[in-house]
Structures are given as structure tokens and as C-alpha cells.
């Protein structure tokens, strides 16, 4: 069972009382307890649920062989990085990077989607989620 998101969406800028919408999904964990899961050369699809969402998928990769990540969204700050079990940095980006691994085992893909200080699609300071996204770890 993956971690459920709960999200309230304000609907309209009207005055109070403004109308909500509560949305609750299913969401990958910001950590290495995640669910989520995803196998290399295998496009994988997601959502990111809410402003500053991260979610962790569990990869395997191999020492010393090179991959291709490719992240594909429409949400302006949304990013992915590579991280080990412990939750340290081995590689990040925005957009396609060539990462080599330096372990053989489990590693983390974190796509996180940031939105503050981004134009929004509704109203002034206002977002749109959930926000689709994309990902693939090529093998070179």
C-alpha cells in the first residue's frame, strides 16, 4: 500500500466561504521506505500530488555502468536526483543527464516538483495538482 496523499484545492477566488475540493491519491513516500518501484529501460509514470512533493521510486542499478535519465513534465520546477539509502545526493537535474552509478544495489529516484515563485495555471498564487509526470532510466 502506497502513502495516500490529502490535498485541498481552493476552487474559485471568490470571498468567504470559499469553495474546496479534497483530493486524496495514492503517493509514492518521500523516503527509502517507498512502495514505488521502477525498473530500468522502462518508462514510468507518476504524479506529483502537491506543491513541494517528493517521491522516492527504488531502482537497481549496477557499478560502473553509465544511465540515461530523462524526466518529462509540465510542472516548471520539477526535478529528479538520485539518492542512497541513507538519503545522500549521488546526481540531479533538471532535464536528460548521464549518471554513473557508483554501487551496485538499490538506489533512489527522488522526482520532486517545486512550484513556489513559478507562474500558476489558476488565479494569481493558486496551482494545479495533481501534475503529471514521466521518467525513464536508460542503460548506455
Not at 483530493?23 to 514505488?36: E, F, G, L, S
Amino acid at each position: 500500500l502506497r502513502f495516500i496523499a490529502v490535498t485541498m484545492v481552493r476552487l474559485d477566488e471568490g470571498v468567504p466561504p470559499v469553495p474546496y475540493q479534497l483530493v486524496a491519491t495514492k503517493d509514492c513516500a518521500d523516503n527509502a521506505k517507498t512502495k514505488c518501484s521502477a525498473k530500468v529501460g522502462q518508462q514510468q509514470n507518476g504524479l506529483a500530488q502537491f506543491d513541494e512533493d517528493i517521491d522516492f521510486w527504488r531502482m537497481e542499478f549496477k557499478k560502473g555502468k553509465r544511465y540515461r535519465i530523462e524526466l518529462a513534465t509540465k510542472a516548471p520546477g520539477q526535478f529528479w536526483a538520485i539518492r542512497d539509502r541513507a538519503g545522500n545526493y549521488l546526481s540531479d537535474g533538471i532535464g536528460p543527464k548521464v549518471f554513473t552509478s557508483p554501487v551496485t544495489g538499490t538506489l533512489f529516484l527522488d522526482v520532486s516538483a517545486f512550484t513556489t515563485g513559478y507562474p500558476s495555471g489558476i488565479g494569481g498564487d493558486q496551482r494545479t495538482f495533481p501534475i503529471p509526470y514521466s521518467f525513464v532510466v536508460r542503460p548506455l
